[in-house]
Nanobody, 122 residues
Framework: QLQLVESGGGLVQAGGSLRLSCAAS????????MGWFRQAPGKKREFVAA????????YYANSVKGRFTISRDNAKNTMFLQMNSLRPEDTAVYYC???????????????WGQGTQVTVSS
């Protein structure tokens, strides 16, 4: 089993920045792709960004492209999401996920964290 724990969420003003972290523990010897998803109140969970095991390939949702950067440090079993130029519409619970292949669907990932709240005020 793989356990994922997100951190770094909080309240920020529009235009500000936050850096989310996702720490993996347990069966970390596997070559997992990892991703970030988010869910706003009353909305379906949506894809944000993903990175393959080596970090050589990344995917981004159009809504965050150019503002968010995903990265990972495999030596520390940690993934990051640097979020700049935040907007009120970025407000959501952010979840990290891990799976065998990089993808944009939540069905591509079998392991999920509990989520961290990001609130962007206008």
């Amino acid at each position: 089993q793989l356990q994922l724990v997100e951190s770094g969420g909080g309240l920020v003003q529009a235009g500000g920045s936050l850096r989310l972290s996702c720490a993996a523990s347990g069966r970390t010897s596997g070559s997992y792709a990892m991703g970030w998803f988010r869910q706003a109140p009353g909305k379906k969970r949506e894809f944000v960004a993903a990175v393959n095991w080596s970090g050589s390939s990344t995917y981004y949702a159009n809504s965050v492209k150019g503002r968010f950067t995903i990265s990972r440090d495999n030596a520390k079993n940690t993934m990051f999401l640097q979020m700049n130029s935040l907007r009120p519409e970025d407000t959501a619970v952010y979840y990290c996920a891990a799976g065998p292949y990089i993808g944009e669907s939540d069905t591509d990932y079998g392991y999920w964290g509990q989520g961290t709240q990001v609130t962007v005020s206008s």
